[in-house]
C-alpha cells in the first residue's frame, strides 16, 4: 500500500521559513517524479516544484523559484521542501504526490497523493 506523508507545516511569521517532509512507503520510487504543490481556499491546485528520484532533476514553478527548493534523501525514503521568505499568500494545504508521466507541472500526471499539511503566514 503506497504512501505519502506530509509533516513539518505550521504557522509561521512573513519572511520565515519552513521545511516540509514526505515520507514515502509502500514502493520503489526510483523510477517516479516525486512533486509539491499547494491549494488555498477557493484555488485550483498549484504546482510547486518537482525532483526526478533517480538522478535529481528539479523543477519550479516561477512563484517559488529562487525561494523554495525540492530535495530528496534516497535513505529516507523522503523528500523535501524548503520553503523560505515565506509570504502570507504562500498559506495554503501543501501536498505530496508521485508521477511516472509527463508533464511535471499536471496535476493529472501525479498517481500518488498525501494527506497535505497546512502552512500559514501571518502578516
Known amino acids: 500500500q503506497v504512501q505519502l506523508v506530509e509533516s513539518g507545516g505550521g504557522l509561521v511569521q512573513t519572511g520565515g521559513s519552513l521545511r516540509l517532509s514526505c515520507a514515502c512507503s509502500?514502493?520503489?520510487?526510483?523510477?517516479?517524479?516525486m512533486g509539491w504543490f499547494r491549494q488555498a481556499p477557493g484555488k485550483e491546485r498549484e504546482f510547486l516544484a518537482a525532483?526526478?528520484?533517480?538522478?535529481?532533476?528539479?523543477h519550479y514553478a516561477d512563484s517559488v523559484k529562487g525561494r523554495f527548493t525540492i530535495s530528496r534523501d534516497n535513505a529516507k525514503n523522503t523528500v523535501y521542501l524548503q520553503m523560505n521568505s515565506l509570504k502570507p499568500e504562500d498559506t495554503a494545504v501543501y501536498y505530496c504526490?508521485?508521477?511516472?508521466?509527463?508533464?511535471?507541472?499536471?496535476?493529472?500526471?501525479?498517481?500518488?497523493w498525501g494527506q497535505g499539511t497546512q502552512v500559514t503566514v501571518s502578516s
Open positions: 525532483i526526478r528520484w533517480s538522478g535529481g532533476s528539479t
Open positions: 504526490a508521485a508521477s511516472r508521466t509527463l508533464p511535471v507541472l499536471a496535476r493529472a500526471s501525479y498517481e500518488y
Open positions: 509502500g514502493r520503489t520510487f526510483s523510477s517516479y517524479t
